[in-house]
C-alpha cells in the first residue's frame, strides 16, 4: 500500500479540484473488490462484493467521489483526536474541504460519538 499512497494523494487531489460545490456529504467505507493475498484484505457477509480492501470515502449526494482513505491494517491508525478510529478518518477526509463554505455530512453511527460532533462544531 505504500506504493500507492503517491497515487492516491495525486488522485484526491484532482477529485478535490473537480468536485461539484455541493452541499450534502456523506461519509461512508466501501469495498474495492480484490481476491489476492494482502493483510488488508476483509470479507463482509451479506454483501454484494464480500472479499475486498475497505476504503473510506467522502463523496457528494450524486456518489461524486471527493476524497478516499485506504482502510489501515489494523493497529496502525493513531488515534489523534481522541475520538476512534471512525472519527479520525472522518475529520482526515473533511480536512481538505473548503473552509468559507457550509457543509451538511451525513454518517452512521460508527462515526458519531460526543467528542466527534464536537469537533465537528469547532471547525463551524
Not at 492516491?8 to 493475498?37: A, C, K, M, W
Request: charged residues 25%; proline residues 3%; contains cysteine.
Amino acid at each position: 500500500m505504500a506504493k500507492l499512497h503517491p497515487l492516491f494523494n495525486h488522485l484526491n487531489e484532482r477529485f478535490l479540484t473537480y468536485f461539484p460545490n455541493e452541499q450534502q456529504l456523506s461519509i461512508d467505507e466501501s469495498i474495492v473488490p480484490y481476491f489476492g493475498h494482502h493483510e488488508c484484505k476483509q470479507s463482509i457477509k451479506g454483501k454484494l462484493v464480500r472479499f475486498g480492501c475497505k476504503v473510506w470515502c467522502l463523496n457528494t449526494k450524486l456518489g461524486y467521489l471527493i476524497q478516499f482513505e485506504p482502510c489501515k491494517v489494523e493497529g496502525t491508525i493513531l488515534d489523534e483526536y481522541g475520538i476512534g478510529k471512525g472519527g479520525t478518518v472522518a475529520l482526515d477526509l473533511i480536512s481538505e474541504l473548503r473552509d468559507n463554505k457550509r457543509y451538511d455530512l451525513f454518517f452512521d453511527n460508527l462515526f458519531t460519538s460526543n467528542i466527534f460532533i464536537d469537533k465537528l462544531t469547532e471547525k463551524d
